[in-house]
């Protein structure tokens, strides 16, 4: 079955320190690929998406994810968190073939100011 | 524009009980999605509508749960004879699901608690 592994659950960090959330998935087809936070206190929301074209994939906020396809990873990476990153952040990949999206468990992000 | 909707927002019951929830797609959003959110867990999948379709319900957790879509607009998650493990939060998101480029616009969620 199709799933999405988020490799950290929790996260601290320092403002100005870089991130990194580790994202893979398992389906070996053509997928679309995403990224939502969740901020205290407010709703899901789309961080970023990536559907074909370059891997790179830039978000708001200074977020950016990679598709590597070889390693089924799509990494949400930003190099200077602000303490106003505190969130919870998703992974999850729609598969093309396919009609429902696959959530990761999250990674709960505290960044410290 | 409006957002999707959802209500209650929250909601305190009784073991035993039953409890609907209702959610309010955006207007024009062919697919409705209803997920489950529990305290240090992911979002856990339970059903999705898509139009005219039949409904995928292969995330309900037991036949005491079920939801229906009336108009292909509204939809209504009812759990019967609720149990203290079904306390969570419960999502609903929709999307335009025009081809594969879909975005799901999440509601703010209905807050259970079975006591």
């Known amino acids: 079955a199709q799933s999405v592994s988020q490799h950290n659950h929790h996260v601290i960090l320092s403002e100005a320190a870089s991130l990194e959330l580790g994202c893979n998935y398992s389906?070996?087809?053509?997928?679309?690929l995403f990224w939502y936070v969740q901020y205290p206190g407010q709703h899901l929301q789309l961080l970023l998406k990536?559907?074909?074209?370059?891997?790179l994939v830039k978000g708001i906020k200074g977020f950016e994810a990679e598709f590597i396809k070889s390693k089924f990873s799509f990494n949400l990476r930003k190099p200077s968190v602000q303490w106003s990153d505190t969130a919870e952040y998703f992974c999850a990949v729609l598969n093309t073939g396919g009609f429902k999206t696959i959530f990761g468990a999250g990674t709960r992000l505290f960044v410290k100011a | 524009g409006a957002g999707v909707s959802q209500s209650p927002s929250n909601k305190v019951t009784e073991k035993g009980k039953d409890v609907e929830l209702r959610c309010d797609p955006i207007s024009g959003h062919t697919a409705l999605y209803w997920y489950r959110q529990s305290l240090g867990q992911g979002l856990e999948f339970l059903i999705y509508?898509?139009?005219?379709?039949?409904?995928?319900k292969s995330g309900l957790p037991s036949d005491r749960f079920s939801a229906e879509r009336t108009g292909g607009s509204v939809s209504t998650l009812t759990i019967q004879r609720t149990q203290q493990e079904d306390s969570a939060v419960y999502l609903c998101?929709?999307?335009?699901?025009?081809?594969?480029?879909?975005?799901?616009?999440f509601g703010p969620g209905t807050r259970l608690l079975v006591l």
């Open positions: 509508f898509q139009g005219n379709s039949a409904p995928d």
């Open positions: 998101a929709s999307s335009s699901q025009r081809g594969t480029q879909e975005t799901q616009y």
């Open positions: 389906y070996g087809g053509t997928v679309n």
């Open positions: 990536y559907f074909s074209g370059d891997p």
